[in-house]
């Protein structure tokens, strides 16, 4: 497969608002399979409204090398490139002495090759001097290509290209001029949703792509060809069941994988949307994501079939899965910025309250025996969230923090019958079956 990472020399240095914008330019003439190094949701929905086809996360610390070959393998059937935009700068990982889950391992581990984004706005032979520092930092990591951000003009444009003709062995593939109205919108947690099956959101950013040599980049692109994995990295299961997932601005942060792990275990994932006040369907299990509930905590108070559905269907039984916003839906209320306070499921004894950042993080989560869907089960995610719980009684809690912060003292997942909410976006692929306690639970309200 041919195909190129899209990395940064740092944070902030335009590599999100760049990549959106090749691939959106080269899916009117080819089908391009769009990536995201790293725990991140808005970014793929960028991906995915440029280019139709669904962006998916590879990230090195929820699921191993071989995982995230397996991942690229599956999306990319039938696509003629894959683009893969990086995470922070490019060798930023857990610490500052390992490449472990950043954005270098990722690229070796796939076969890539990497093109650099810097932010050029007031350097002209210092970024000769940046560019050669990442070539030589780590040999193993293909930097074929850089496109230089921000430039003024032509004189500065100039200055730039002598020194790096000069000094650099790695070739100029763009240099984007500073473009108004081509910034990307942010809010709390990062950058605005946008619907993903639009493309019109992300169309401005294509004007980036003015400045890039087109031939270039496809010519990085077709320098190597990697090799991913084939088959299904899911455990099969013939459940023949139903999930109900909200999907909308309140609750739009899932993993691909999770879903894709619930069909291969035999169920059927339907969508609604709370938000356009719809009912709460008929399944055998309800799975809330992330997202942004606080924003719109007046609309979803408002809907009560969706809620109280939520909470007779927890109290029959059934499961009941939230992450993080889910499981702020899951609680007694919402207690906004402002203090209001908007009534919500009632399936747990505690409030979300709105106030301080928590991650983003890393999370490795034990199930403990408490746990009515994965006892004992080590599973991976990420938690990043601006609300803590506020409980009524001490509660019950079904994972142990390994790492990350959860709800209460280490703890994460709060239980109610079948039901577990957490600040925890886990992924499916850190674990050898996450579908088997819900597969299980599902038989056996059924009995």
Known sequence: MKGAVIAGAGSGVGKTSIATGLMHALSKRMKVQPFKIGPDFIDPMYHTAATGRRSRNLDTFMVPGDGIRGIAGTASKGADICIVEGVRGL???????????????????????????????????????????FSSFDPGVDIRGVILNNVSGKQHEDKLRDAIGRYCDVEIVGIVKRHKGCELKNRHLGLKTVDGSSADEVSHLEALTEDIDMDAFMRVCESCEAEFLEGSPYSKHDCGARAAVPMDDAYCFYYEENLECLRAAGIDVVGFSPLAGDTLPDADLYYLGGGYPELFASEISENRDFLEGLRNASAEG??????????????????????????????????????????????????????????????????????????????????????????????????????????????????????????????????
């Open 318 to 447: 059934k499961p009941v899965i939230g992450e993080c916003g889910g499981l702020m839906t899951m609680c007694e209320a919402i207690v906004d910025s402002e203090g209001r306070r908007h009534p919500m499921a009632g399936i747990f004894a505690a409030d979300a309250v709105m106030g301080g950042k928590h991650g983003p993080k890393y999370t490795i989560s034990e199930g403990t025996y408490e746990n009515p869907l994965f006892p004992g089960m080590t599973v991976r995610g990420h938690e990043f969230h601006y609300s803590e719980l506020e409980l009524r009684d001490e509660g019950r809690f079904g994972f142990r923090m390994e790492r990350g912060q959860g709800i209460l003292d280490g703890m994460d997942g709060l239980v109610s019958r079948n039901s577990i909410g957490s600040y925890s976006h886990a992924n499916a692929l850190s674990t050898e079956d996450w579908a088997k306690g819900i597969v299980d639970r599902i038989y056996g309200t059924r009995s």
């Open 91 to 133: 060798y930023e990982g857990l610490s500052g002495t390992s490449e472990r889950c950043s954005t270098a391992e990722a690229a070796k581990i796939l076969g890539f090759p990497v093109i650099l984004v810097l932010d050029a706005r007031s350097l002209t032979r210092s970024a000769a001097a940046i560019i050669n520092g």
